[in-house]
């Protein structure tokens, strides 16, 4: 077996919880969760805290957190950026709403694990847009403005110099800052959400994969020991659910986003100016991301780098990142005073890129019962919480504003089918690469890929993918 990444690892290491049992018998529930990732585990804890005599079962196929929750980047953002997206698939007053939804999930966060004493570093010290080269310069404006039009910005422009000091690099030419941000330590949290889960009465069962769903009242969720006989059924399972289910084999794809940490190095870091928890974003398609941790490392990364044929996982998506290398090399164009500090780790996870940019909700087809949301785009650490929200509306038959939302309305298009689907990411990613190498090095990039990179850009911005 492939070595965990590290956030999981180092979570996993310092507990004390002992792993949940495999389901060996048929079972009754009068909700199934399926997936035990943030979003399936918001999904538990919410439920379980609106009906405490509700019995929920959540099955898990590996460990709590071993999916996109205990590998990622622990920036903790919001749906601000995405407001034209938001406006332009849902109208003006759901868009606000949902970005002010986004700004209280972040709040809620912090306010869960400060009341159910979960320690996983979660530091809300804001977050930073900037422009890393002349070509990104501008690129927030538009967006930033329209916030600003409805009153609804928690953002402001920053002096150069002082985004450069924030940012412990003088390699960003601009920036926008907003106190509605947070990071965390992922694998800490989801584990955390685990253990009240389990303290709330969840019955978890993990090395439990859902073999497969047969429709009906009750629905039976079949494992390979057992089953669950459910009156509701949550599916969870995130970049897993186009390989699982026909129905979404084109509504997502599945991209990789690569990530490198160095071992502690507090002095070289305070050296830099970057201290406390701001995450840093700059404005390429596929977005350089990083942070400092609570024990003094830093965390670089960056998406976009592999592509699954068929929206299928890869084995890559478990092994050390194949660009190690040129990820260090940004990370220490980025802050110079780290180049003498060894990496610790490498690893790399599958995001579920949606069309949109947006995660959907909604009811798996053929069933009265069987619930799912996904495809968070890159952008799931703060949005599963009010994924779990949703689900959790869904699940116990609420009317309410989750209910309604145009987001519960399944997919809002289609990628091309395969091998077009494939063959064009590849196309437009390297257009996109080259594009960015050009801008980054102050020449013209070539009008061909402009153009390509656009396709990319109109699907929306790939976040951190
Ligand atoms: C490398 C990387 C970096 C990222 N960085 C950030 C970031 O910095 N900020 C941000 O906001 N977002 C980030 N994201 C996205 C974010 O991590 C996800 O959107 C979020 O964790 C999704 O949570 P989830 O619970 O829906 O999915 P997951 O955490 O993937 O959980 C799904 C679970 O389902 C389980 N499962 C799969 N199949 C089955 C089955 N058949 N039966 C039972 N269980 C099954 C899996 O084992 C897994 O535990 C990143 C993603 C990746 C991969």
Redesign the pocket.
Known sequence: MNAR?FWIAQALAQEAQAPAPALREATRADLCI?????????TAILAKQARPALDVVL???????????????????TWSTKFFTLRRLYGEAEAVRLVQASEQAVLDIEAFCRDHAIDCEFRRDGTLYTASAPAQIGASDAVMGALQACGISSWHRLPVAEVQRRAGSRQHLEGWFSPLAA?VQ?GKL?RGLRRVALELGVRLHEG????DIAPGSPAMVR?PHGSVAADRVV???????AG?FREFERSIAIV????VITEPAPQSLEASGLNGGI?VLDSRTFVH?YRSTADGRLMF?K?GNTFAYGGRMLPV?DQPSPCREALARSLHAFIPQLAGVPLAAS??????RSVTGL?FFGRLRGTANVFY??G?????????RM?GEILCALALGRDDAWTRSPLVRGPLGMFPPEPIRYLGSIVVRNAIRRKEAAEDSGRTPRALDRRLAQFAAAAGKA???
């Open positions: 990444p399926v997936g035990g990732g943030f979003t399936g585990l918001w099955l898990e196929a590996d460990v709590c957190g071993a999916g996109a929750s205990g590998r990622n980047g622990g920036c903790v953002l990071s992922p989801v439990t994969p859902m073999v494992t599916v969870a399972i995130n970049a897993w659910m699982r990789s986003s690569d990530m995450t991301y990364g998406g998506f690893w790399n996870g599958a995001s579920d995660p949301g996904f968070y785009s890159g952008n799931g650490v703060g949005p599963s994924g976040d951190k993918q």
